[in-house]
């Protein structure tokens, strides 16, 4: 089928990257945003709130799926159409995640794929779970 950079995936495949979270993190999303939310940035705040210390923003947890899905599977020219997610645990500056996916369904007419996501930080703590789906577009020659 046309679309797919690697051919069609099948069910079962799976893909994972691993990158450690920067402070800078937290500063770039910002700029790129406008979220100045004090759980990013004060330290008193974070500190007196359930989380205990500065925590990165959302966007920045779920960052690496993009990376994973626009880059290996899929692979090029994927884009998210729809995703469920649940943020179960708060990613610091400092902390490996590693963001995986893994095809639940593939769809026969269209290159559509059904993904289970999870981003996991280095401890073993599962921070993000869901599902998304992706929509891999034909790039032309590049």
Request: charged fraction near 25%; charge should be negative; avoid cysteine.
């Amino acid at each position: 089928m046309s679309g797919w950079p690697n051919g069609a995936p099948i069910e079962g495949d799976a893909a994972r990257r691993t990158r450690t979270v920067r402070a800078e993190d937290i500063e770039l999303f910002t700029r790129i945003t406008g979220d100045r939310n004090p759980l990013h940035y004060d330290d008193a705040a974070a500190r007196g709130s359930r989380f205990g210390e500065i925590i990165v923003q959302g966007g920045v947890t779920s960052g690496i799926l993009n990376a994973v899905v626009a880059e290996d599977l899929p692979g090029p020219g994927t884009v998210f159409l729809e995703v469920h997610w649940k943020f179960l645990a708060p990613v610091r500056p400092g902390d490996e995640v590693t963001g995986e996916v893994e095809v639940l369904q593939v769809r026969a007419d269209k290159p559509i794929a059904t993904l289970h996501t999870t981003v996991t930080r280095g401890d073993g703590t599962v921070v993000l779970d869901g599902t998304a789906v992706t929509y891999t577009s034909e790039l032309g020659d590049r």
